[in-house]
């Protein structure tokens, strides 16, 4: 399974990004999707999930400023970043799982740089 995430850049504070996380050949409608990220020096951390019937949650970290959301029609789940924060900045990798606890498939990671 050859799980992408896409849409990373460099922005400065308080601008926005959208992520998309897309698998070609692979269904994703019917697993749910986490997001993680990882920042130089520092531990992997999970943000964000959608399940198969759309239910989300997050991280403390990044509630609030970022939306999951899927499009079934499209097979792409997309993550939404408003008000970035330098703090922000790290490799985003999208997965996929059954269920949001757990991860079997990890994809290709997009950066993420943000400048204050």
């Known amino acids: 399974v050859q799980l992408q995430a896409s849409g990373g850049g460099s922005v400065q504070a308080g601008d926005s990004l959208r992520l998309s996380c897309a698998a070609p050949?692979?269904?994703?409608?019917?697993?749910?999707i986490g997001w993680f990220r990882q920042a130089p020096g520092k531990e992997r951390e999970a943000i964000s999930c959608?399940?198969?019937?759309?239910?989300?949650s997050y991280a403390d970290s990044v509630r609030g400023r970022f939306t999951i959301s899927r499009d079934n029609d499209r097979d792409t789940v997309y993550l939404q970043m408003n008000s970035l924060k330098p703090e922000d900045t790290a490799v985003y990798y999208c997965?996929?799982?059954?269920?949001?606890?757990?991860?079997?498939?990890w994809g290709k990671g997009t950066q993420v740089t943000v400048s204050s």
């Open positions: 050949g692979f269904i994703l409608r019917y697993y749910a």
């Open positions: 997965t996929a799982n059954p269920e949001c606890s757990g991860v079997l498939y």
């Open positions: 959608i399940t198969n019937n759309s239910t989300t």
